[in-house]
């Protein structure tokens, strides 16, 4: 295994505080699969083109990146949105009025969306039915691994679509992808003839991208919701998996709801930045910390929302 280079650690200069806890639940939470603790409490990922480390101190998150990487310190920036655009973005959720919501971010303060390539989250996202948080970071590390270019050290980029659509069973089969195999070979073939594909996925509307996703082997409308908000910003995105389903369930009074009507629910009661709410509630239910409260004292009228549809 050969040692990469270091830079010196250097302070990250974020515009919002982000709490060793939250700072964990950021990087392992389900957004991203490339990110690995150490033994020291810091964590190493690759994001896109980019080898970084990551530490929480009492000064705030420190980084450093391989020597001799260009851009290393501007693409970690934008990708935990140091600027704290999603700040701004919270504090339009009805957090005042719900309890619940609260709670969630009083758990998790500081908890944003990553900023990923689009490719990296549909790629990981393809291989997420099924399986837990663990088990989607081994294949996507096996994928890297075994077809991905080097980016210094023992660190590898993640395959093109070109790569992916030529590999064959023997190498799928290692990166123990199983049926979902089908799903990034197929996809991989539909996309390795547009190299411009993510532009043209981000200049559709929401509704058309969601569509255009969908289109793709193995993704659902779960997979789409998931790569629309974490790999193409869709903020407006509500990915409805079997926490939130749980989630809306005990704590809004939704026992029953499809998933269809949960995500149609969740962008009409949290707004423009649905998917920065279902991001605190999936944390919060995860971690068994999610607060539960009656429907009648949610919801002043004393009734449950009913579900269109």
């Not at 934008?78 to 709670?103: C, H, K």
């Not at 944390?283 to 549809?309: C, D, F, I, M, N």
Request: proline share 6%; charged share 20%.
């Amino acid at each position: 295994m050969e040692s990469p280079a270091w830079t010196p650690w250097r302070l990250l200069r974020l515009a919002d505080n982000l709490p060793a806890g939250t700072f964990a639940e950021q990087l392992d939470g389900g957004q991203s699969f490339r990110w690995n603790q150490l033994a020291d409490g810091s964590w190493v990922g690759v994001f896109g083109q980019t080898v970084a480390a990551l530490r929480a101190s009492a000064s705030g998150v420190e980084w450093r990146g391989l020597v001799g990487a260009v851009n290393a310190a501007a693409a970690l920036s934008d990708y935990l949105d140091a600027e704290g655009v999603q700040g701004r973005l919270v504090e339009a959720l009805p957090w005042r009025s719900d309890l619940v919501l609260r709670s969630a971010i009083e758990i998790y303060p500081g908890l944003r969306i990553l900023r990923q390539d689009p490719q990296e989250a549909l790629l990981g996202f393809l291989c997420s039915s099924n399986k837990r948080i663990l088990q989607i970071r081994a294949m996507v590390a096996a994928m890297a691994e075994k077809m991905g270019e080097p980016l210094g050290g023992d660190f590898r980029a993640l395959p093109d679509w070109r790569t992916l659509a030529s590999a064959d069973d023997a190498i799928l089969r290692a990166c123990a992808l199983g049926y979902r195999a089908a799903y990034v070979r197929g996809t991989a073939k539909q996309l390795q003839h547009r190299p411009d594909w993510a532009q043209e996925f981000q200049a559709l509307s929401t509704p058309d991208l969601m569509t255009e996703l969908q289109s793709l082997p193995g993704v659902g409308p779960k997979v789409a919701a998931c790569v629309a908000l974490f790999g193409f910003g869709r903020l407006e995105s509500f990915p409805v998996d079997t926490w939130v389903v749980q989630a809306l369930g005990s704590a809004y009074g939704l026992q029953g709801w499809k998933p269809a009507q949960l995500e149609q629910f969740g962008r009409r009661h949290f707004g423009a930045a649905a998917g920065l709410a279902q991001q605190y509630l999936f944390s919060a239910a995860r971690a068994g910390r999610l607060t539960t409260v009656s429907v009648k004292t949610e919801w002043p009228s004393g009734r449950r929302p009913k579900p269109r549809g």
